[in-house]
């Protein structure tokens, strides 16, 4: 009780900015809080690996019969551009941009790319016939057990993944994809 | 700041209602509470000074007083509360039911619902209660929670640490229930004193002035609650990282083994097969409701699973060895548990097609014996057959999932729920073909009038050869393919979640539990006794129940002169 | 095991009469001219009310027990099983709270109030219905009992509620209060309505089917009351019978809405029928013609009663209706919480309460307001049990 009047207000004054501090932190960790839930909850496709991350490896069977290789495993391809589709004979949008894909691919594969058509829950037989359809010949690997398609997260189809020769995803495309599109895209994984 | 010295010498922080010591209102500062135009003074933190209603300077200050107003609080609950009744007017997205005319919200809400629909939709209230606003106006109630706690959280705790039984004659008389007896004698006084100990009182005298207390530990009950919501909230923000929950949905078919999504391809399940009950409709108990709905009512879904994991570390899709970890039934309300996932029964397909056999007859000969019979594994087919008596048939086309539109016949998905084909048939010694389209089991059902989804309780293949589709492309065929069988395999629908975060809800949810039992069902009763020349004065206070607390003042008094408190409770004014 | 159904059925029957004898000797104990102390023939009154009260109680809970030996589960499956249950735990709330503060004139309004819930609940199919897989779990009847257990209680707050607003708000001349007042006494007459009309034509035997498409598909329904409203776009199937007056609007879209507008509008009509000769022969509003009923009773103790209630009811409603409703749905389908309607309007029906108890702790909210707030309370589970089921779709519509 004996404190000066000096004393006193400096006491006061202490404990106001500690007041403002107290305040001041309490409110920002809320509002960190508030943003990171705000943005967590926009960010809604749950997809794990993204532009900027290396692309997992996998290994699957080899089902075009225009293609001699028996298994495909994404890690061989280092060193090469990768184009990583996913499709099915079904997905309309898939089967218009096949026909693209074949006819860049001759061109690009001296280039150092590759082009992997993953086919998703499909009947052998009916790859097969689309394959002849539009006499593809990049290899198509064969996930029936959709191990891959939940290796990606697969969403819609089809969807693309551009991998760099140092196995980095540079762009990730849902949707459909047309000839000046498919050779820009080429161009960001082409080798140097 | 300035600081309030009351008469009785203690000196209180501004913004004090009642004197920290000795409970004399303070004066100029009765209309924070309202006490100025009442009798009775309002106990609210017994007068003690709130600090978010003292300072209102920088602007951090500013949105903190605002958070800390019980009045904005309130406001914020109604605010949710009718957004969460808005979000119930039409079906969230997720509840569209599955047999409307399409699922998509932008046919959907319009089609239902009309104009009212539309801009229901428009407006985004189909996803509501996962859009940014509604998120935002929970987390500001959490703030409210958070910065309401805080701020009468220490107020409160200084007020009742520093009770002094001796309180100013205002602060008794002002009191809800009060009496004053102009004689009592010491014995009589001590006979109360014992009767409150008695009634499990704590007692505490100074000068003979007397406090008897219990039940303070409910006073604590709403920030024990308010920690509990506050967890509560903190849990649902762990929960949106992947790291605390996932959640995936898989179809599996009888016999077939599929990776679990979201476990990196290290867990296979396997569907030894799927089992649908339904409740007999002979059975004495439910006969009467069994008739009166009409329709089969299940009695149980169930998958017989396995579950393997991957026994080494091989590059995701290679072949690996697989190690058995558990086997259980899946049932709803049933899940299988393991390391950490769960599996859940959630749904279930019986229309998929499995096997489909053909039969080969002459066209002018219907009647007679088949020619040749062939059986199609329609979830990989092969592209050709060679039958006995030299016929050989190619699968031309196969539309797992048929429609047709207007550019021609499509599949609709992958899946086999109409399976269709076209067939090159190539008779004995010859290489000219002819051309058949055999399937689309659907339409033709549906042609007859027969409701397909309900085809899992009247499986198809008994109606199939009377109606099964078969086109003849050019009208020149000599041969027929119809379908003489079609085996079906049920598709299990499981989810699998993993979610970490539980536990946390769980202790919030305790947590709030233990908080509002223990401020609602005990309560904070207290008894002020303050001698006078010859008697004394008698009040007491209870944040809730004045009747239990009158109940045993009657008690104390029994067989004293003091007289009864009465109650200055304003209501029936 | 038809034998131990019928039986079940006549202890409900056995504990409506019981409850509606003891509601006669609770209004006995107001025209008593004395003070309220338990003295005399009025003390005599109440405990022949509170005991037949209690008799009605072991009746209703014979019904629930043999019945749910008879069915294998708990009979809290359906709308008839869960409002009969409901109506229950508003005894069993009233006979606790009476036995704390031996308030008669509660009895006479408590038990009304149940009698109205069961009579309703016995309009919906009563047979004993199979339980689907979804509801086989100890948590169906964890959650249910504890959840109604919860709304029995912040029943009682109604109640007192009710009899605070009518014997406090002036009833001289119309005014915006009182005329609220009525609305909500006019409601309670709506369901009486609902009753005697479907008890009407059910003992008729009337029905009436129609065809009328919804989406894609073509249902058939049968009306059990004459058709005024039609389902939309409906046609008659059955012959001489009267034709429909109009049809339902298309935006009415719920499962057989047709059917269940009709059902409202009959309700509507036969309870406004019902209210108008009440008023013909009271000649005044009910609220008024009770009110000097009330003269005997303390506002201050309904006001705490009120309030008591709530502070019971919220923490056995939370527990029941959020928590164990959360573990169950997390066991179901693996999701604790999915903003379906009926989880949606349990949530408000506690943003509600949790108003209500902050602006009484907060901003001292008491008597009048407190009251209005209680009557509100009710009228938000009411509609998350009635409405929801019936017209909002849902994981929970079992009716």
């Given at each position: 009780m004996c404190m000066s009047l000096d004393e006193r207000k400096s006491n006061k004054i202490k404990k106001k900015r500690n007041r403002f501090i107290f305040r001041t932190v309490i409110l920002a960790v809320m509002l960190v809080a508030i943003i990171y839930a705000l943005v967590s909850n926009m960010d809604k496709d749950n997809t794990i690996y993204r532009v900027g991350d290396q692309a997992p490896d996998f290994q699957l069977e080899q089902i075009n019969h225009n293609n001699e290789i028996e298994t495909i495993r994404l890690s061989d391809y280092e060193g090469k551009g990768v184009m990583l589709n996913f499709w099915g004979t079904w997905c309309p949008p898939c089967e218009a941009e096949m026909p693209y894909m074949q006819e860049l691919y001759p061109k690009y594969k001296e280039k150092g790319i590759e082009i992997i058509a993953v086919d998703l829950n499909d009947t052998r037989l009916n790859v097969k016939q689309f394959i002849d359809k539009y006499e593809l010949t990049f290899p198509v690997p064969f996930d029936n057990k959709g191990v891959v398609s939940d290796l990606y997260k697969i969403g819609p189809m089809p969807t693309t993944y551009f991998i760099s020769p140092d196995g980095e995803i540079v762009e990730k495309v849902e949707g459909g994809l047309t000839l000046e599109k498919l050779e820009g895209y080429f161009q960001e994984i082409l080798p140097e | 700041?300035?600081?309030?010295?009351?008469?009785?010498?203690?000196?209180?922080?501004?913004?004090?209602?009642?004197?920290?010591?000795?409970?004399?209102?303070?004066?100029?500062?009765?209309?924070?509470?309202?006490?100025?135009?009442?009798?009775?003074?309002?106990?609210?933190?017994?007068?003690?000074?709130?600090?978010?209603?003292?300072?209102?300077?920088?602007?951090?200050?500013?949105?903190?007083?605002?958070?800390?107003?019980?009045?904005?609080?309130?406001?914020?609950?109604?605010?949710?509360?009718?957004?969460?009744?808005?979000?119930?007017?039409?079906?969230?997205?997720?509840?569209?039911?599955?047999?409307?005319?399409?699922?998509?919200?932008?046919?959907?809400?319009?089609?239902?619902?009309?104009?009212?629909?539309?801009?229901?939709?428009?407006?985004?209230?189909?996803?509501?209660?996962?859009?940014?606003?509604?998120?935002?106006?929970?987390?500001?109630?959490?703030?409210?929670?958070?910065?309401?706690?805080?701020?009468?959280?220490?107020?409160l705790y200084k007020a009742l640490k520093k009770q002094k039984p001796q309180r100013h004659h205002s602060f008794l008389s002002r009191q809800r229930l009060f009496s004053e007896t102009e004689e009592v004698t010491e014995e009589e006084k001590q006979k109360v004193i014992n009767s409150l100990k008695a009634q499990r009182y704590k007692i505490n005298e100074e000068n003979g002035h007397v406090l008897a207390e219990k039940g303070r530990f409910s006073r604590w009950g709403p920030y024990v609650n308010h920690i509990g919501l506050i967890i509560i909230l903190l849990a649902a923000l762990l929960r949106s990282t992947p790291l605390f929950y996932t959640n995936e949905y898989l179809w599996v078919r009888e016999g077939e083994q599929k990776v679990i999504p979201g476990t990196k391809s290290e867990y296979f399940i396997e569907n030894k097969g799927f089992i649908l009950d339904l409740y007999d409709e002979n059975d004495d108990r439910f006969k009467a409701a069994l008739e009166k709905q009409g329709t089969m009512v299940p009695s149980n879904f169930q998958t017989n699973a396995i579950v393997y994991k991957q026994s080494e570390d091989v590059v995701t899709g290679a072949e690996a060895q697989l190690e058995k970890v558990t086997e259980d039934e899946i049932r709803m309300n049933h899940p299988l548990e393991f390391e950490g996932y769960k599996i859940y029964q959630s749904g279930y397909q019986l229309n998929e097609v499995n096997q489909m056999t053909f039969t080969i007859q002459e066209i002018e000969n219907e009647d007679g014996e088949p020619l040749a019979e062939f059986t199609i594994d329609v979830t990989d087919p092969k592209a050709e057959y060679e039958l006995d008596n030299g016929f050989k048939v190619e699968i031309n086309e196969f539309f797992p999932d048929f429609y047709l539109d207007s550019t021609g016949p499509k599949t609709e998905t992958q899946f086999p729920r109409n399976p269709t084909f076209i067939f090159k048939l190539y008779p004995p010694n010859s290489d000219e073909s002819e051309t058949s389209f055999v399937g689309d089991v659907i339409s033709a059902a549906e042609a007859l009038g027969i409701n397909t989804e309900a085809v899992e309780l009247n499986p198809m293949g008994e109606v199939l050869g009377q109606f099964a589709t078969n086109l003849d492309a050019t009208g020149e065929n000599e041969y027929k393919i119809s379908i003489q069988d079609m085996d079906f395999h049920r598709v299990s629908g499981l989810s699998i979640r993993k979610d970490h975060s539980l536990p946390f809800f769980g202790v919030g949810a305790l947590i709030f539990m233990i908080g509002v039992v223990q401020g609602m069902y005990w309560q904070h009763r207290r008894v002020w006794i303050r001698p006078t020349e010859k008697g004394l004065m008698l009040a007491a206070h209870t944040n809730k129940n004045w009747f239990g607390i009158k109940k045993e003042i009657e008690n104390s008094i029994e067989n004293t002169n003091i007289k009864m408190v009465d109650d200055q409770q304003e209501l029936d004014e | 095991m038809g034998n131990l159904i019928s039986f079940s059925s006549t202890m409900l029957y056995t504990a409506f009469i019981l409850y509606l004898i003891a509601t006669f000797f609770f209004g006995f104990t107001i025209r008593d001219k004395h003070t309220s102390t338990s003295k005399g023939s009025k003390g005599v009154a109440a405990k022949i009310g509170i005991s037949l009260t209690i008799a009605g109680f072991i009746a209703q809970l014979t019904y629930f027990i043999t019945r749910w030996i008879a069915s294998g589960h708990a009979p809290v499956s359906n709308l008839f099983e869960f409002m009969t249950f409901f109506g229950m735990t508003i005894v069993l709330a009233f006979i606790f709270i009476y036995f704390i503060y031996k308030l008669t004139v509660l009895g006479l309004f408590a038990l009304p109030v149940a009698l109205i819930i069961i009579a309703y609940a016995s309009m919906f199919p009563t047979e004993v219905s199979p339980l689907v897989p979804s509801l086989q779990s100890h948590w169906l009847y964890i959650h249910v009992t504890t959840v109604s257990l919860g709304q029995g209680i912040l029943a009682i707050s109604f109640v007192t509620g009710v009899i605070y607003l009518i014997k406090h708000i002036d009833q001289s001349q119309l005014n915006w209060r009182n005329f609220s007042l009525e609305a909500v006494l006019y409601s309670l007459v709506l369901f009486i309505g609902f009753v005697v009309i479907t008890t009407t034509f059910n003992t008729m035997d009337y029905s009436a089917s129609f065809e009328y498409k919804n989406g894609s598909k073509t249902y058939t329904t049968e009306y059990n009351l004459p058709a005024l409203a039609g389902p939309n776009e409906g046609i008659l199937l059955t012959e001489g019978v009267m034709e429909p007056w109009f049809e339902t609007p298309a935006w009415m879209h719920g499962a057989d809405a047709g059917k269940k507008f009709n059902t409202l509008v009959w309700s509507f009509i036969t309870g406004t029928i019902i209210y108008g000769l009440v008023l013909l022969i009271l000649r005044k509003r009910i609220g008024a013609a009770i009110q000097p009923l009330l003269k005997n009773v303390k506002l201050d103790l309904l006001d705490e009663i009120t309030y008591r209630a709530v502070a019971i009811g919220f923490p056995v409603f939370t527990l029941g209706g959020l928590i164990f409703a959360a573990i169950w749905a997390q066991e179901a389908w693996g999701r604790f919480w999915g903003w379906d309607p009926k989880e949606v309007w349990a949530l408000i029906t506690w943003f509600f309460y949790a108003a209500f108890l902050h602006l009484r702790l907060s901003r001292g909210w008491h008597g009048e307001k407190s009251a209005w707030l209680a009557v509100g309370g009710f009228a938000i589970i009411m509609f998350n049990l009635i409405a929801v089921n019936l017209i909002l779709a849902g994981l929970h519509s079992y009716a």
């Open positions: - | 700041m300035k600081n309030i010295k009351c008469d009785c010498g203690h000196v209180n922080p501004e913004g004090t209602v009642l004197c920290e010591s000795c409970g004399k209102p303070i004066e100029g500062n009765q209309h924070i509470d309202g006490n100025d135009n009442k009798r009775l003074l309002n106990m609210r933190y017994d007068g003690t000074a709130r600090r978010s209603q003292t300072y209102n300077k920088s602007i951090v200050d500013k949105i903190w007083s605002f958070f800390s107003s019980v009045k904005v609080g309130v406001w914020l609950i109604v605010i949710a509360l009718v957004a969460s009744a808005v979000g119930t007017i039409f079906p969230q997205e997720q509840y569209i039911p599955i047999d409307a005319v399409s699922r998509d919200p932008a046919v959907y809400y319009q089609d239902a619902y009309g104009i009212l629909g539309q801009i229901y939709y428009q407006l985004g209230f189909h996803n509501l209660f996962s859009s940014w606003w509604f998120l935002i106006l929970i987390a500001l109630i959490g703030v409210s929670l958070v910065i309401c706690s805080l701020d009468r959280f220490v107020p | -």
